[in-house]
């Protein structure tokens, strides 16, 4: 499954994955296309079997701060957003643990890792406490089990917290437990500014973290859930070639193959947040060297002789962005002079008995003529296996291109290659765009 590996209707940022039984869990935030703000008032869970994780399945909502048509209120006290959940399992039970915007956040149990969960009880904090907790508010609560059944919150805006939870009932904050700026807090550009996301692996505590330059993901290690934290470094950044916003999520291993679940932006906001996965190594030495944004998921490599959705694009460069028309139609819009659009990778297999295949593109006109340049392995000094001419309308372009074999990232580059675009001499036509792109696919 690519990236995002979601059905490409379903917005769930701030992904926290975790493996209960054979099953990957995904809990996050919820967003909607094209709204002017941060996630709703309710939470969804998805899942997929650890061994096809190109089957996804959704349970529905999870827990809800407003009633809707099929569900009541689960906090009384509040109707405020829901953002970045998290769920653990101790002793045969999952807990819920839920940031509620502007109001006291809470914890929730099931039977079941997919819910739908009840409310145990708000957060319980020690009167001593309040004021340096945000009175009860936790952002982006992450929550670790140890192995000796000790249970660890960590959460914060611009400052890092932690705490010990009482285990007997997972929702009161032990008396002396509470720990401030466990990472950093200031400006530089590995401080901590949101989305604590604890882990252990081995014998080493991870917090993965969004730093002050919030495009990235960032970890930092331990060798006490209490700390201190020793910075690490960024594990991936979603601004690089691509319209950046904020970052969330954390990492899991999946079969033995370890990933880092993060999100990127759509619908040229930073609100429109889309569910997305990188595989990922940790070294022997504790390190994790950073990844690049690619159109993969989950796949090792993607064909080129499917059809392939333009949403899926990792670089897009010049301003073009991806747009949700409705719930079926998702297109790569904007393309002026000069843009780049990016997928990364694809197995051309091996053929040494063709020079040439066969390019088309879905295209929606913009009332401009143009011309994509198609290239492999990089937009600026890659090869180019081809170009393609761009009408005014609605159509499918097609042209023959060089035969490749191998793995390539692929790229198109769109010029303005009849002057249709690019007038000084008309105030508002300067660079306006040359079409949209829907998909694309290659034939032999």
Same mark, same amino acid.
């Given at each position: ?28 935030? *919820? ?27 959704? *349970? ?10 099929? *569900? ?27 940031? %509620? ?15 739908? /969960? ?46 010990? %939870? ?72 979603? =601004? ?45 030495? =504790? ?53 780049? %659009? ?9 053929? *040494? ?5 066969? /390019? ?9 003529? =143009? ?67 829907? =998909? ?5």
């Amino acid at each position: 499954m690519a990236n995002p590996y979601l059905p490409n209707w379903e917005y769930i940022p701030d992904g926290e994955p975790r493996v209960f039984g054979n099953r990957v869990y995904v809990y996050g935030s *919820h967003d909607t296309a094209g709204s002017g703000k941060f996630c709703d008032f309710k939470l969804k869970v998805w899942s997929a079997d650890v061994n096809d994780l190109n089957n996804w399945i959704c *349970h529905g909502d999870s827990f809800h701060t407003r009633a809707d048509r099929d *569900h009541e209120s689960d906090t009384p006290w509040t109707d405020g957003e829901l953002y970045a959940p998290d769920v653990i399992e101790k002793d045969g039970k999952y807990y819920l643990y839920a940031y %509620i915007f502007y109001a006291k956040g809470c914890v929730a149990v099931s039977d079941r890792p997919e819910g739908p /969960f009840r409310l145990l009880s708000q957060y319980r904090v020690p009167a001593m406490y309040e004021n340096d907790m945000d009175r009860g508010v936790f952002v982006d609560p992450g929550v670790l089990v140890d192995d000796d059944g000790r249970v660890y919150i960590y959460w914060g805006f611009e400052r890092s917290y932690m705490a010990e %939870i009482n285990p007997e009932n997972m929702y009161e904050i032990l008396p002396g437990s509470v720990r401030k700026d466990i990472i950093p807090a200031g400006n530089g550009p590995s401080d901590f500014y949101e989305a604590c996301s604890p882990r252990k692996i081995g014998d080493r505590y991870y917090l993965i973290y969004s730093p002050r330059k919030g495009s990235r993901l960032d970890y930092a290690v331990s060798k006490s859930p209490t700390g201190p934290f020793e910075y690490g470094g960024t594990i991936i950044d979603n =601004g690089v070639d691509y319209p950046g916003g904020n970052n969330h999520g954390s990492i899991c291993n999946i079969n033995g193959q370890w990933y880092v679940f993060y999100h990127r932006m759509t619908n040229n906001s930073v609100f429109s947040r889309r569910a997305c996965v990188e595989r990922i190594e940790i070294l022997d030495d =504790g390190r994790i060297p950073q990844v690049e944004m690619t159109s993969l998921g989950f796949e090792g490599s993607l064909s080129p002789y499917r059809y392939v959705p333009a949403d899926i694009a990792c670089v897009l460069k010049g301003g073009c962005y991806i747009t949700e028309r409705n719930i079926f139609q998702r297109a790569v819009v904007n393309i002026t002079d000069g843009c780049v %659009i990016g997928f990364k990778y694809f197995d051309f297999g091996e053929d *040494h008995s063709s020079r040439t295949m066969e /390019f088309s593109a879905k295209i929606r006109g913009c009332g401009a003529r =143009g011309q994509v340049r198609i290239l492999i392995d990089d937009w600026k000094e890659g090869m180019e296996i081809g170009r393609c001419d761009i009408g005014l309308d609605d159509s499918i372009i097609y042209s023959a291109v060089r035969c490749v074999t191998g793995r390539h990232a692929l790229y198109f580059v769109f010029e303005d290659k009849y002057g249709d675009v690019w007038d000084f001499a008309k105030p508002g036509f300067e660079n306006r765009p040359i079409c949209e792109l829907e =998909g694309f696919v290659f034939s032999k």
